[in-house]
T-cell receptor
Framework: GQNIDQPTEMTATEGAIVQINCTYQTSGFNGLFWYQQHAGEAPTFLSY????GLEEKGRFSSFLSRSKGYSYLLLKELQMKDSASYLC????????????FGRGTSLIVHP | DTAVSQTPKYLVTQMGNDKSIKCEQNLGHDTMYWYKQDSKKFLKIMFSYNNKELIINETVPNRFSPKSPDKAHLNLHINSLELGDSAVYFC?????????????FGSGTQLSVL
């Protein structure tokens, strides 16, 4: 099976930077994904990492270390609209390559 | 113009009933999925289906069955509903990408079993 762990909740201030961590244990790792889910809405794709390193996409960046089974999502210049759940998901041969999600991190951005 | 649409958005029903949730995608994707999101927001895969293969999460009770009349549709049938089935059910689709499929989700169906 796959085990994905991320903090349940985080708070941050508007304009600040926040890092959301995700650790995973899986067999046959293929890729790691980050999704954003606003309350009452569907998850939407943010980014994916296949190789080690940092992938930057505007205010959002995602990092992967395959040897450590670790990823983080970095959100810069936080805005109130960034308040949402951030879901880490892993694709692996051990899971038939179907994205398996962690429990999500609820991020609250306050003024 | 909605890419992945599912109906109904809300479903309230009694224990023991049988219900269906419909899902359609107009993205031309080959694979469709059903996920269940519980009250703690944990998103768990139930089924993955393309025109060649159905992959079932072994923890899903056989009261749940996916039905695909064609590549653009994957409906979810639930028999003998139980209280624990109350959750939000998300349909999703993706294009083959060698295990790096980006999922496109429908807006969800909130199922409440009374």
């Amino acid at each position: 099976g796959q085990n994905i762990d991320q903090p349940t909740e985080m708070t941050a201030t508007e304009g600040a930077i926040v890092q959301i961590n995700c650790t995973y244990q899986t067999s046959g790792f293929n890729g790691l994904f980050w999704y954003q889910q606003h309350a009452g809405e569907a998850p939407t794709f943010l980014s994916y990492n296949v190789l080690d390193g940092l992938e930057e996409k505007g205010r959002f960046s995602s990092f992967l270390s395959r040897s450590k089974g670790y990823s983080y999502l970095l959100l810069k210049e936080l805005q109130m609209k960034d308040s949402a759940s951030y879901l880490c998901a892993v694709s692996a041969s051990g899971g038939s390559y179907i994205p398996t999600f962690g429990r999500g991190t609820s991020l609250i951005v306050h003024p | 113009d909605t890419a992945v649409s599912q109906t109904p958005k809300y479903l309230v029903t009694q224990m023991g009933n049988d219900k269906s949730i419909k899902c359609e995608q107009n993205l031309g994707h080959d694979t469709m999925y059903w996920y269940k999101q519980d009250s703690k927001k944990f998103l768990k895969i139930m089924f993955s289906y393309n025109n060649k293969e159905l992959i079932i999460n072994e923890t899903v009770p056989n009261r749940f069955s996916p039905k695909s009349p064609d590549k653009a549709h994957l409906n979810l049938h639930i028999n003998s509903l139980e209280l624990g089935d109350s959750a939000v059910y998300f349909c999703a689709s993706s294009h083959p990408a060698g295990g790096l499929e980006k999922l496109f989700f429908g807006s969800g169906t909130q199922l409440s079993v009374l």
